[in-house]
T-cell receptor, first 114, second 112 residues
Framework: NAGVTQTPKFRILKIGQSMTLQCAQD?????MYWYRQDPGMGLKLIYY???????DKGEVPNGYNVSRSTTEDFPLRLELAAPSQTSVYFC?????????????FGPGTRLTVL | DQQVKQNSPSLSVQEGRISILNCDYT??????FLWYKKYPAEGPTFLIS?????DKNEDGRFTVFLNKSAKHLSLHIVPSQPGDSAVYFC???????????FGAGTRLTVKP
């Protein structure tokens, strides 16, 4: 099993550009999550999904969009990149949404917006 | 609004000694607590957890202690090994809630 995979590993964007961060999992997990980690801060939840076709906002959703057309994939879209979106982005998945259910994280995407 | 705080950005200990990482939380609704470990260029991986009905949970060299009245938890690693060198995140959640809140992390360095 590859677990949770993310592409790209690194990306530099100019202000106003758009991009999609890809995330895939092969564990047949229902729940998937997107987090961002700013320097010196903890991970913050951007969006999550409880299954194909169902998504919901987390703590910091502004400036992002998500979709979940399949169980495996959960892409994160930045439409108009801003310097405030410079961060490391982590995708995660879990079988259920209970806190007791382990979340498995991908290796992250480091995004810089200049 | 930092609901989970790790006030020590870094900690350095000698191999074989005990490492103690601390975490404080403010939200009294939190009833499940987790520690994640993160190596460079990797995602966080789950290490150990504790529910609010317990005050201690042990897994090998790792023990988590919870003091609900002080809203404080700690992770003890004994004996510490160089391979334990990583960033450790404390996280908290309500039991049936997938909105997990993370601390900023503590970078542990274990010196040979």
């Amino acid at each position: 099993n590859a677990g949770v995979t993310q592409t790209p590993k690194f990306r530099i964007l100019k202000i106003g550009q758009s991009m999609t961060l890809q995330c895939a999992q092969d564990m047949n997990h229902n729940y998937m999550y997107w987090y961002r980690q700013d320097p010196g801060m903890g991970l913050k939840l951007i969006y999550y999904s409880v299954g194909a076709g169902i998504t919901d906002k987390g703590e910091v959703p502004n400036g992002y969009n998500v979709s979940r057309s399949t169980t495996e994939d959960f892409p994160l879209r930045l439409e108009l990149a801003a310097p405030s979106q410079t961060s490391v982005y982590f995708c995660a998945s879990s079988y259920s949404g209970r806190a007791t259910d382990t979340q498995y994280f991908g290796p992250g995407t480091r995004l810089t917006v200049l | 609004d930092q609901q989970v705080k790790q006030n020590s950005p870094s900690l350095s200990v000698q191999e074989g000694r005990i490492s103690i990482l601390n975490c404080d939380y403010t939200n009294s609704m939190f009833d499940y607590f987790l520690w994640y470990k993160k190596y460079p260029a990797e995602g966080p991986t789950f290490l150990i957890s504790i529910s609010s009905i317990k005050d201690k949970n042990e897994d090998g060299r790792f023990t988590v202690f919870l003091n609900k009245s002080a809203k404080h938890l700690s992770l003890h690693i004994v004996p510490s090994q160089p391979g334990d060198s990583a960033v450790y995140f404390c996280a908290a959640s309500a039991y049936n809630n997938n909105d997990m809140r993370f601390g900023a992390g503590t970078r542990l360095t274990v010196k040979p």
